[in-house]
């Protein structure tokens, strides 16, 4: 993988679902957070730097930068969707585990933010991933939404797909302006999902 953007040009076919070996997933880390700081566009070297390796141990794991970055975007859906069911058992509530998992994804929101530019335009590979997150996500909200409800007593006034199209809208702002509050904004949605029923 170079950066240039001839090197860009395709798309590898997702990754095996699950975990990957505990060697990438450490590349993956230091590539998600590279992402967040630098962009989806960001040297090779430094992500490389980021992990502790040398540039060709990313080649090898990753030999463009689209295979790169649609790793990340799988890496990180599955840590979002596998906190969630740690989350619902370790937390004092159900109504804190739902609110500190929403904070998980509004930070996988940001590392995602970029991919769909990263991939040129492959509307094929785009409709893959939004398919395999929605999949994967939508479920694991809704029982995190789920309990938290019934903890409350309180009748779902929206599902869980819904709450998170309304919380990427309400991330959508954080990318442009440092002062937007996109973190407070969904907390305070959540607060309004919880609090209130269709009525």
Sequence with gaps: MTDTE?????????????RPRRSQQALLDAAAAVFVTSG???????IAAKAGVGVGTIYRHFP???ELVVAVYRHQVEACAEAGPRLLAESATPEAALRAW???????????HGLAGALHGDSA????LHTYFVGRLVPV????????????????????YNVLKGIGNL??????????????LVQLLISGVLSRGLR
């Design 64 to 66: 463009t930068r689209p």
């Design 125 to 128: 590979g785009s409709d893959a």
């Design 40 to 46: 989806v566009d960001a040297p090779v070297r430094e």
């Design 171 to 184: 991330c959508i702002g954080a990318a442009s302006d440092a002062q937007y509050e996109a973190t407070i």
């Design 141 to 160: 909200c809704s029982d995190l939404l789920e309990a938290a409800l019934e903890s409350v007593d309180t009748a779902p006034p929206v599902d869980a």
């Design 102 to 112: 929403v904070d998980l994804f509004v930070d996988f929101l940001v590392t995602k």
């Design 6 to 18: 001839s090197d860009q040009s395709r798309v590898a076919q997702p990754p095996q679902v699950g």
